[in-house]
């Protein structure tokens, strides 16, 4: 199984600031025949499920603000938020689909300092 | 508009049964794979099972093979989770997702998405 480990596992920004969360896998999720890489990052607010935020490892989801980004390849990535908003207190997950099964990061919890 | 809804879930006995359903509209069902997560209490999510666009392949985490069975009915849109022999370590809230999308040629891996709102089982005597 590919085990995904996120860092850090909580994080304190203050508001207009950057935050940085990065995710690590045990082993490659870039398929080389379409160069993609298999790995989404999800929002999840306190009592609500998990929002697809980015896949593909930087492709932003269909109405999710241009603060949001991705980077990475191969097996590490990271998810930025340019400038952080009240609205973005909540855990941010990452999360592999190269293959069964699907595996997670534990989730790094991202609040206001 | 994409809709995925739970229904099922509660308190259940050690070793009893419990079957979830996830209810789905907006979206042709049959060209998709769907998939369970569950998140315990204060934990992170963990990925349980999925099923093919017509219920031919199945998988689980090792963690529930042979307890739970995920199944499907096309011609409902709906996706169910029957968790027999439950044990407190199964205490979770479980979400429905969308999986990966299939036309008549291949099928294409999806990041998960969307997903239902989520169902609480407690397992505890």
């Known amino acids: 199984d590919i085990v995904m480990t996120q860092s850090p596992d909580s994080l304190a920004v203050s508001l207009g600031e950057r935050a940085t969360i990065n995710c690590k896998s045990s082993q490659s999720v870039l398929y080389s025949s379409n160069s993609k890489n298999y790995l989404a990052w999800y929002q999840q607010q306190p009592g609500q499920p998990p929002k697809l935020l980015i896949y593909?490892?930087?492709t932003r989801e269909s109405g999710v603000p241009d603060r949001f980004s991705g980077s990475g390849s191969g097996t590490d990535f990271t998810l930025t938020i340019s400038s952080l908003q009240a609205e973005d207190v909540a855990v941010y997950h990452c999360?592999?689909?190269?293959?069964?099964?699907?595996?997670f990061g534990q989730g790094t919890k991202l609040e206001i300092k | 508009e994409v809709h995925l809804v739970q229904s099922g879930g509660g308190l259940v006995q050690p070793g009893g049964p419990l079957r979830l359903s996830c209810t789905t509209s907006?979206?042709?069902?049959?060209?998709?794979?769907m998939s369970w997560v569950r998140q315990a209490p204060g934990k992170g999510l963990e990925w349980v099972a999925n099923i093919d666009q017509d219920g031919s392949e199945k998988y689980y985490v090792d963690s529930v093979k042979g307890r739970f069975t995920i199944s499907r009915d096309n011609a409902k849109n709906s996706l169910s989770l029957q968790m027999n022999s439950l044990r407190a370590e199964d205490t979770a809230v479980y979400y429905c997702a969308r999986d990966r999308y299939c036309d008549s040629a291949a099928c294409y891996s999806n990041p998960l998405g969307p997903w239902g709102q989520g169902t609480l089982v407690t397992v505890a005597s």
């Open positions: 593909w490892a930087s």
């Open positions: 999360q592999q689909y190269y293959s069964n099964p699907y595996t």
């Open positions: 907006g979206f042709t069902f049959s060209n998709y794979w």
